[in-house]
């Protein structure tokens, strides 16, 4: 039986920073990831404010700035057939006045090369956790599975599930779950782009449907939203029509409109917004979407992942050192993080039903300046108001910072 100090399961944002900042403590600390790189092209690519200055506190901020990426500083929003301003971020508070697009692998790799740098940490890549193991009523470790069959268990004095809104390990722990339903699944795809393209992050609205368009240098990231539990029925249509509506409401993509030639290039994320009642029992924790899964609205699922395993880190590192980690210690965490996952959450909801359901179901054409819903026609009229989304969206509620062990110089 293989031992670890601490097992986490899962190499996406929250895991790998997990053990990055434990490793930096002197703590023995395996990430495991099923995978055999980091390369999943529909993930979310937006680096917040909060984890910029995250990675400049762990002398990465210099390596971090030499990686492709887009600077977005403005929220904007096609009304009335024009891009609009809704909210700036360029008064935020702090160095970052911006939110950083860039490629989540790179993120992760970047991250990744720092922990390997730590005597402390292992990264197993190709391992996939398939339960909890137990001893004497607590957990104890997982049992995996390897690419090329291989099982195996590895014991742990705590185990951290950082794998995901569809979580073995918080389904093995028997975790309850509060859910809140969603008006929208989200469609992934790619198209091509050219050197005449606009940049960046592009907003593409029409009168029942809003996409979003990520630049990735030689082809767009596009997810679009549609109507919850509407995929299996539209992919009885022709797939052409998605890019049809978007290039009605962009002209400039006119001469892609048959890029898209079979639904098997369409990928569905299944939405989902629900938060565990307990985020541990004794032995384990879960934090990211495996503690409370976040709906794609504003982009915030990342980094408050980010900010959950910096909260972790800070509070747990000391206990595994002495080898003395209770359910009283995992219990602070989940008190640490539980106001800003609620807020944001609740903030999710309210744009589920002020918003996106209006515009899916057709009650409000995002087209037209005169019938938008009614947060943003407040957002265009009261400037005193347009100052909250920015902040809540690039800073959020209760930032973390790295603790003092893990901190570095660039």
Request: include cysteine; glycine fraction near 10%.
């Amino acid at each position: 039986m293989e031992r670890t100090t601490c097992l986490v399961v899962g190499g996406g944002p929250a895991g790998i920073v997990l053990g990055l900042l434990l490793a930096r403590a002197g703590v023995e600390v395996t990430v495991l990831e099923k995978h055999g790189d980091f390369l999943r092209d529909f993930r979310g690519d937006t680096v917040h404010p909060t984890t910029l200055d995250l990675l400049d506190e762990l002398g990465l901020g210099e390596e971090f700035a030499k990686l492709p990426a887009r600077r977005l500083d403005s929220i904007l929003l096609p009304v009335g057939g024009s891009l609009q301003t809704l909210a700036s971020l360029k008064n935020l508070p702090g160095k970052h006045k911006y939110i950083a697009m860039v490629p989540q692998w790179d993120l992760l790799d970047l991250l990744a090369r720092a922990a390997d740098r730590e005597p402390t940490f292992r990264l197993r890549m190709n391992t996939e956790a398939t339960g909890l193991i137990f001893a004497e009523g607590r957990v104890a470790g997982v049992k995996y599975r390897t690419a090329d069959g291989g099982t195996g268990a590895i014991e742990a004095a705590l185990t951290v599930a950082c794998d995901g809104r569809g979580s073995v390990l918080r389904a093995s722990a028997g975790l309850r779950s509060r859910r809140w339903a969603t008006p929208m699944d989200v469609w992934w795809f790619r198209l091509p782009r050219t050197g005449i393209d606009p940049a960046g992050s592009i907003p593409i609205v029409t009168a029942r449907r809003a996409a979003i368009m990520l630049d990735r240098g030689d082809y767009w990231q596009c997810a679009t939203l549609i109507a919850k539990g509407s995929d299996a029925a539209a992919r009885r249509g022709p797939v052409g029509a998605i890019t049809r509506e978007m290039a009605a409401a962009a002209p400039w993509l006119t001469d892609r409109v048959d890029t898209l030639r079979d639904w098997d290039e369409v990928k569905l994320l299944d939405v989902q917004l629900d938060r565990l009642e307990r985020w541990y029992t004794d032995g384990l924790l879960c934090l990211g979407d495996a503690a409370h899964a976040m709906s794609p609205a504003g982009g915030v699922g990342i980094n408050l992942a980010v900010q959950d395993a910096v909260a972790a880190a800070r509070i747990l590192a000391a206990p595994l050192l002495s080898g003395r980690v209770g359910v009283a210690e995992l219990a602070r965490v989940q008190r640490r993080r539980w106001f800003p996952t609620v807020v944001t959450q609740n903030i999710q909801r309210l744009l589920h039903v002020a918003v996106i359901r209006p515009a899916l179901s057709g009650q409000v054409d995002l087209t037209r300046a005169d019938n938008a819903p009614w947060p943003i026609r407040v957002l265009r009229r009261i400037p005193v108001v347009r100052s909250v989304p920015p902040f809540l969206i690039a800073r959020g509620v209760l930032p973390e910072h790295a603790p003092d062990f893990a901190r570095r110089t660039n």
